[in-house]
């Protein structure tokens, strides 16, 4: 992200400290019957006094509007907006988004706004556990593009859907050929190429 007027950089190593809250209730059950991604161990989305909403502009100038519940889901927003409320004394701030289309950013907000106010999810170095994606997001998920999807989660630093998506690409090309890996990512293969920059393919 930019740091002219306007736009801001994201500092990844200053977001605000999460003051520890009761506990999470066990997590629900999706239709399949499996347990939900487990947010017990987690921290609890930062509590907001009022409702707000930012703006934000993605790379094609397509304007979204975010809540301020919603905005909790990446910390890197949060950060971002946190500095821009201090700098401009008003709640109401816009972020221009220099790498995300308006296309994936409306999929980012509106993912986080499906999951507003739930506890995030903390890195364990130490423990891996097994990640079931919830129906909603199963249905979301198969309904963008994980390559643009992905990158704008971990630039966004969006912890949860950057897990479910990352579960759902390992499931997509699970067994499947290098041809097959190409399709999914989009590349084109090295020998057609050669044979298109000597003239044999048309």
């Known amino acids: 992200m930019s740091a002219e007027e306007g736009s801001i950089d994201v500092p990844s190593d200053d977001a605000p400290e999460l003051d520890d809250t009761?506990?999470?209730?066990d997590a629900p059950v999706n239709d399949a019957g499996s347990e939900e991604y487990d947010t017990s161990e987690?921290?609890?989305a930062p509590e907001v006094?009022?409702?707000y909403y930012i703006t934000l502009i993605s790379m094609d100038?397509?304007?979204v509007r975010m809540s301020s519940d919603a905005l909790c889901q990446s910390k890197a927003l949060l950060n971002a907006v946190d500095g821009l409320q201090r700098a401009e004394k008003q709640l109401?701030?816009?972020v221009q988004i220099a790498n995300i289309t308006g296309t994936t950013l409306c999929q980012i907000v509106e993912w986080c706004e499906q999951h507003k106010g739930e506890p995030i999810p903390v890195d364990k170095e130490s423990e891996h556990q097994p990640i079931y994606i919830p129906q909603w997001d199963k249905e979301f998920l198969d309904g963008c593009d994980l390559?643009?999807?992905l990158p704008a989660a971990f630039e966004l630093q969006i912890k949860?859907?950057?897990d479910y998506g990352c579960k759902a690409m390992a499931l997509i090309t699970k067994g499947k050929s290098l041809d097959e890996l190409r399709d999914v990512f989009g590349i084109e293969n090295d020998e057609e190429e050669d044979n298109e920059?000597?003239?044999?393919v048309n």
């Open 22 to 25: 009761p506990e999470v209730e």
């Open 42 to 44: 987690g921290n609890d």
């Open 49 to 51: 006094d009022e409702v």
């Open 61 to 63: 100038q397509q304007e």
């Open 92 to 94: 109401e701030v816009t």
């Open 147 to 149: 390559n643009e999807l």
């Open 160 to 162: 949860r859907l950057l």
């Open 197 to 200: 920059a000597a003239g044999l």
